[in-house]
Antibody, heavy 126, light 107 residues
């Protein structure tokens, strides 16, 4: 059974940092593009970042470029998202999700997502 | 590519047919459009991909159609567990984008 378990969320002041983790099990982790998608309270979904199976290629939504860094440790079946220079508008539940179909190439990802974690809440507030 | 979903809320009774719309500001390449269902406090669940292919475990009362800029999710006979939020997502162009959602509520 595929399982994705996020952790690392919490309350942080504007300008602060957090590292989110997503522990994966039940599938060959290194074979899959992984994604982070966020959802602000009461709002819709927003794709944030993606990373290739090897970790060699990374992809970001424009508003987080230069502030967020996605990485993965395939030996630990774990996906990470380092959040720096956090803003109030980054407040959201952050989900990790596996790519289902599609592909990533160049600087872009074109994927839908089938397995999702339960999410971890990041609150940016003073 | 901005996705606009309509209506914002659909008030229906169990057993009725529901039709949800997703309109894109630009043509969606290769019909790379997906539909997700989300219930309160839960993660989204993939229902439809490639505009019309049902994901594993999606009941056959759910069907997707459309191409270009206009897409539809239909639920043939609403079951109690179908009352939820539904989002479309395009993956034909960068960045990936989601629609604002349609809430299907019990009338």
């Amino acid at each position: 059974e595929v399982q994705l378990l996020e952790s690392g969320g919490g309350l942080v002041q504007p300008g602060g940092s957090l590292r989110l983790s997503c522990a994966a099990s039940g599938f060959t982790f290194s074979s899959y593009v992984m994604n982070w998608v966020r959802q602000a309270p009461g709002k819709g979904l927003e794709w944030v970042s993606g990373i290739s199976g090897s970790g060699g290629s990374t992809y970001y939504e424009d508003s987080v470029k230069g502030r967020f860094t996605v990485s993965r440790d395939n030996s630990k079946n774990t996906l990470y998202l380092q959040l720096n220079s956090l803003r109030v508008e980054d407040t959201a539940v952050y989900y990790c999700a596996t790519a289902h179909t599609g592909y990533c190439t160049g600087g872009d990802c074109y994927v839908d997502m089938d397995y999702w974690g339960q999410g971890t809440l990041v609150t940016v507030s003073s | 590519n901005v996705l606009t979903q309509s209506p914002g809320t659909l008030s229906m009774s169990p057993g009725e047919r529901a039709t949800l719309s997703c309109r894109a500001s630009q043509s969606v390449t290769s019909s790379n459009l997906a539909w997700y269902q989300q219930k309160p406090g839960q993660a989204p669940r993939l229902l439809i991909y490639g505009a019309s292919s049902r994901a594993t475990g999606t009941p056959d009362r759910f069907s997707g159609s459309g191409s270009g800029t206009d897409f539809t999710l239909s639920i043939s006979r609403l079951e109690p567990e179908d009352f939820a939020l539904y989002y479309c997502q395009q993956y034909g162009s960068s960045p990936l984008t989601f629609g604002g959602g349609t809430k299907v509520e019990i009338k």
